[in-house]
């Protein structure tokens, strides 16, 4: 069918409504990248015919190029001020559904697109058909397949004659050797996998000001500082999720992996030596710790040290930092090492087995080909008039906002100029 006379554009999501993804998901914000005047610059009088497939691209789309000029400020206020808004996101995503109901945007729910062919006719699953000039593909990547983004614009693209960029998870949770009941030679690690002794006795614990290395097969590659999660995914949080990308890719390639983390990163080993030192010397003049068995002195000082739900997890991983020394038939001398201790603070070692996979990464990185695509238009080398924007392209980056960013940036300038593309109808 052809679109009605009235209609600009058609945004066809898979699910129930748009902002599915952006809603839930939605931690940082992207950076604002609207510049009003140039855009209805650009929009001025430009009659659209496309139609687009995702909430985020879409109502990036939409709003960038048919929001007359006060509407966009708002809406980049909105995106702007976000954090003050956490609670009020689906405001947000109202606000743009809204703005692209205003300006003829249909937006048809629940459509499954089965196909496109050039030319272009888009055929749902259930045989509708739409014939469009201009076909802007923001389907997404992998990641999240429940939020609908199941990878079909990849195929779609592949099919077109596309190259396709081997795709992978990233910003994902990264699983520690032993963390898991059960380990197989697969790298993708279920998130539903039982936990182990050791992964039992870390999950849930936040580490702040951290220091985390990344080392691929024994040389270190990066090293962030900042806050780590222990979850019943794995290794989490935002310096987690920042090197889990390298991390993830060299696993990939059969690549050893193994994370180093630093639990004072300001102070040398040396000063960390003399301080653990001291505190010991404090716990063992401490009248109150005379009746305390040398373990139990020993889990006083890690508590110096470290969060107390740590100690569980640094102590069955360091078991060098206590030695038995046997004295006699009934007779056993606890020992602790303290400078064992201070090198296990400084270097607490963690050979990565996987990743957990699609399923909750937050993005997938790889994906079509950027070469097969103008950067200054998103439009294909390959088959004029397709455009396509956000995370079906090769393109991911850290946290921070940015990829919500890239699908907002791209989906802008695909829909600039798929409209600038077309002749000017009133
Ligand atoms: C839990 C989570 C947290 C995140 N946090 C952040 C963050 O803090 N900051 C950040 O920058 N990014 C974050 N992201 C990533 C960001 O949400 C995505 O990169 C971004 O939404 C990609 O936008 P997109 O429009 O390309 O694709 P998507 O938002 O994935 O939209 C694609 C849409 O296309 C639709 N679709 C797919 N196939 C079909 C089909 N065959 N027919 C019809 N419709 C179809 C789907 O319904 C899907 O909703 C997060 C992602 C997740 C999952």
């Known amino acids: 069918m052809a679109m009605e006379p009235n209609t600009k ?14 809603v839930p998901g939605m931690t940082k914000t992207p950076q604002p990248i609207v510049q009003p005047k140039e855009i209805a610059q650009a929009a001025k ?21 048919l929001l007359p000029v006060e509407r966009i400020a708002v809406a980049a206020a909105l995106l702007d001020h976000i954090e003050r808004l956490v609670g009020s996101l689906v405001d947000v995503v109202d606000t743009l559904v809204a703005a692209c109901h205003s300006l003829g945007v249909k937006i048809v729910t629940e459509a499954e697109v089965a196909s496109i062919e050039p030319g272009f006719t888009v055929t749902l699953t259930d045989g509708r058909e739409w014939e469009c000039a201009r ?9 999240y397949p429940t939020t609908g983004s199941t990878g079909d614009g990849l195929r779609w693209a592949e099919a077109l004659g596309h190259r396709i960029v081997p795709t992978f998870p990233s910003l994902t949770a990264l699983v520690p050797r032993g963390y898991k009941l059960t380990e197989d030679k697969d790298l993708h690690i279920d998130r539903s996998t039982p936990l182990s002794e050791l992964g039992q006795s870390l999950c849930g614990v936040q580490l702040k000001n951290i220091q985390l290395s990344l080392s691929i097969e024994g ?3 990066d090293s962030e500082f900042g806050d780590i999660d222990f979850t019943d995914g794995g290794l989490e949080g935002p310096v987690g999720f920042q090197l889990s990308r390298k991390a993830v890719k060299a696993l990939v390639n059969g690549s050893r992996v193994c994370f180093t983390l630093d639990l004072k990163p300001g102070v040398s080993l040396t000063d960390l030596t003399v301080r653990v030192k001291e505190l010991w010397a404090e716990i063992e003049k401490d009248p109150r710790s005379r009746r305390v068995r040398e373990k139990e002195r020993c889990r006083i000082l ?11 997890g640094f102590t069955a991983t360091h078991p060098e930092i206590i030695t038995l020394e046997r004295r006699g038939r009934a007779d056993t001398k606890v020992w602790v ?13 963690f050979e990565i087995a996987g990743y957990v996979g699609y ?13 097969d695509f103008v950067a200054k238009t998103m439009e294909s080398r390959i088959v ?36 600038k593309s077309l002749p000017s109808v009133d």
């Open 9 to 22: 554009a058609i945004a066809v999501p898979n699910g129930p409504a748009l902002g599915k993804k952006v």
């Open 302 to 312: 890690l508590g110096k040290l470290m969060p107390w739900d740590l100690i569980p």
């Open 219 to 221: 040389t270190e590659t």
């Open 135 to 143: 076909l802007i593909v923001a389907t997404g990547g992998l990641s």
């Open 384 to 419: 004029p008039g397709l455009y396509l924007c956000g995370e079906v392209l090769d393109i991911d980056a850290d946290t921070g906002g940015y990829n919500l960013q890239l699908a907002f940036a791209t989906g802008a300038l695909a829909g600039l100029n798929a409209a």
């Open 45 to 65: 009088g430009d009659a659209m015919r496309l139609m687009v497939s995702s909430p985020g691209c879409a109502m990036s789309t939409c709003m960038r190029l």
């Open 337 to 349: 090492n303290l400078v064992s201790i201070a090198k296990a603070l400084k270097a607490w070692q």
């Open 359 to 371: 399923e909750r990464a937050v993005v997938t990185a790889g994906g079509v080909s950027t070469d």
